[in-house]
């Protein structure tokens, strides 16, 4: 049966595509290595910014471009190099995953609602094992309910800023005063954690769980950077990468501690 989940929170900027991405990846990328196998796994791309699907496209548009064209002549140096890694690195991974374990379906907002039910479709189609749902920070944007009624398990991203903790609560408790969800579990899980800082997240833990009675995840995703300021940022993050003449994945996870994330989500919707 296909499980649904998603990261979500009213807040903005507080990772909510950034730790879906990593951890969908995540999960295809570790499951291959492991068991030569990957489940079947569909984002659907609700948030209005559509931040996973534009970068894809972008993705995909350095795929096609002409290493010969004007438009190629045109970039700077830096980025004519950031275009023939990232050509490479997907032609592998094109060739590997097909795409087909890695779909993303994205929700126009401006359709009427024919993207949305597509999306509520391809849920119920049985067709995948995992879909994540990137949905927008409202529940009052239109349609968002609709999407919102079909999520298994549900994960917020806590950061430690003040007002972050008070818009934490107030989302814990929206979710806890919701009737008829499909809802079977909810955790926090704290994104962009600083080790030096921990006590303060002790603090906060002790005080949300007290208060919402919602649990956290024991990792605590670390401030890392999963994209560089100095090259092209493609979907895949640069700790992912894959040794072009074997297929294989080489290098995982040495700067995020994400991988962790990603078991304990695995043991909790299995
Ligand atoms: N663990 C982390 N360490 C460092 N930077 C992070 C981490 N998680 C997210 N970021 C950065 O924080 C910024 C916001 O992240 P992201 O866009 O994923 O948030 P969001 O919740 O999806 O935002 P929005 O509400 O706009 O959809 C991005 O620049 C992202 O790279
Ligand atoms: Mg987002």
Sequence with gaps: MTKVISIMTQKGGVGKSTLTN???????FRDLLRTKKMPKMLLIDADAQASISRLRLRDIEFCQMDMGGKEFASLNETVQTAVKEVRAQFAALFSQLNWRYYNIFSVRPDDDGETRRRAIQLIESGEYDYVFIDMPGSLHQEGTAELFTCINFLIIPVYIGSYDIQSSLDFCGIIKGLKDTTIAEVRCVFNSYEVLKGAK?????????ALTGVPFFKTRVKRTSFFSSRSYNSIVPPTYR?????LEVVSMSRTTNVGELTDEIKKLVK
């Design 22 to 28: 990593a951890i969908m990846l995540d999960w295809c």
């Design 201 to 209: 997240f002790d603090e906060i833990e002790r005080e949300l769980h």
């Design 242 to 246: 894959m040794n072009l003449n074997t």
